[in-house]
């Protein structure tokens, strides 16, 4: 059996790299959906688990309702307060149930009703 040439393997890796890249998925309408269906993730600035949430909507996010939970010195504010907020993120959901923790589209999907497609 004859070796593939290196630089014919790295060309095609260049190649599938570059088209994944470009096979970035949109969820603007996944996002709108969760705000048409009064979905709302509570969340703090400071918090890792609400920016690797954000992170995995992309610029979708901003389509998402966010309610900020800190102040500038990292204190709870009084809505968040007011609201019972435990954690970060806690997303509230139209029944007004609240799930809190980094959640998959597919959960989000599910508690909300809104389509991945």
């Not at 088209?19 to 400071?46: H, P, R, S």
């Not at 610029?59 to 990292?74: A, G, I, L, P, R």
């Not at 019972?84 to 999907?109: C, H, M, Q």
Request: charged share 20%; aromatic share 12%; hydrophobic share 35%.
């Amino acid at each position: 059996m004859k070796k593939i040439p290196s630089i014919l393997l790295m060309v095609s890796l260049l190649i599938l790299l570059t088209i994944a890249g470009c096979a970035k998925v949109n969820y603007d309408e996944f996002a709108k959906c969760l705000t048409q269906n009064n979905v709302k993730m509570f969340g703090a600035f400071w918090c890792s688990h609400c920016a690797n949430q954000k992170e995995m909507f992309g610029s979708s996010f901003q389509y998402v309702t966010y309610v900020e939970c800190s102040n500038d010195d990292k204190t709870q504010n009084d809505l968040c307060k007011g609201e019972n907020i435990k954690g970060y993120p806690t997303w509230e959901f139209k029944d007004k149930s609240r799930v809190s923790g980094e959640l998959s589209f597919a959960k989000l999907s599910q508690l909300s009703g809104c389509s991945l497609s």
